[in-house]
Antibody
C-alpha cells in the first residue's frame, strides 16, 4: 500500500524557516516524481512544487519561487520542502503526494498533510 | 496561470446524477489529456477520483466518470449518495512556467 507521511509543520514567525519532510513507503520511490500541494485555511488547493524521479528537475509556483526549495533523498525514500522567508500567507496545510510517473506533476496518492502556521 | 474555473456549488438528490464543470483554456485543459479530479471531505486529505480525463484509480466507484470537450472538463457523479458530499477539485498540467494548476473547487451537497 502506498503511504506518504508528512512531518515538520508547526508555528514559525514571519521571516523564519521550516523544513517539511515526507516519508514514502509501499512503492519504488525512485520511479516517481513527487509533489507538494498546500491549502490555506478555508481555501482551495494550490500546487506548490514538483521534483522529478532523480531530483534533476524541480519546479516551483511563482508564489514560492526563490523562497522554497523542493528536494529528495532517494536512498532514504524521503521528500523535503525547505521553506525560507516565510510569510503569513504561507499559512496552510501542506500535502505531499506521489505522482503517476517519473516526470508527472499531478497528485496520485496524497498524504494526510502537516500544518504550517506563520504568525508572530 | 489562473486557477481553472469551477462552479462554487452543485447539489442533487440521492440517486440523481450531477455534473461539475472545469473550464480552462486552450493552453491547459484544451491542450492536454491530463485532467484529474480530487474529492475532499471536511478536515480530510484529498483523494484522487479521476486521472487523465476519464480514468478511475483502483477502488474508486464506477459512479464517477470524467470527460472533456474543448477547454472544459467535466466530472459526473451518477446515483448520488450521501457519502459523495464534499469538495471537488479539478487539476491539470499546463506546460507553462507554472506547470500545474488546480480548479477553484466545487462544494457538492446531497439534498
Amino acid at each position: 500500500e502506498v503511504q506518504v507521511l508528512e512531518s515538520g509543520g508547526g508555528l514559525v514567525q514571519p521571516g523564519g524557516s521550516l523544513r517539511l519532510s515526507c516519508a514514502a513507503s509501499g512503492f519504488t520511490f525512485t520511479d516517481y516524481a513527487m509533489t507538494w500541494v498546500r491549502q490555506a485555511p478555508g481555501k482551495g488547493l494550490e500546487w506548490v512544487s514538483t521534483i522529478n524521479d532523480n531530483g534533476g528537475r524541480t519546479y516551483h509556483a511563482d508564489s514560492v519561487k526563490g523562497r522554497f526549495t523542493i528536494s529528495r533523498d532517494n536512498p532514504n525514500n524521503t521528500l523535503y520542502l525547505q521553506m525560507n522567508s516565510l510569510r503569513a500567507d504561507d499559512t496552510a496545510i501542506y500535502f505531499c503526494a506521489q505522482t503517476r510517473g517519473a516526470h508527472s506533476f499531478g497528485p496520485h496518492s496524497w498524504g494526510q498533510g502537516t500544518l504550517v502556521t506563520v504568525s508572530s | 496561470q489562473s486557477a481553472l474555473a469551477q462552479p462554487a456549488s452543485v447539489s442533487g438528490s440521492p440517486g440523481q446524477s450531477i455534473t461539475i464543470s472545469c473550464t480552462g483554456t486552450s493552453s491547459d485543459v484544451g491542450a492536454y489529456n491530463y485532467v484529474s479530479w480530487h474529492q475532499q471531505h471536511p478536515g480530510k486529505a484529498p483523494k484522487l477520483m479521476i486521472y487523465d480525463v476519464n480514468n478511475r484509480p483502483s477502488g474508486v466507484s464506477n459512479r464517477f466518470s470524467g470527460s472533456k470537450s474543448g477547454n472544459t472538463a467535466s466530472l459526473t457523479i451518477s446515483g448520488l449518495q450521501a457519502e459523495d458530499e464534499g469538495d471537488y477539485y479539478c487539476s491539470t498540467y499546463t506546460g507553462s512556467s507554472t506547470p500545474y494548476v488546480f480548479g477553484t473547487g466545487t462544494k457538492v451537497t446531497v439534498l
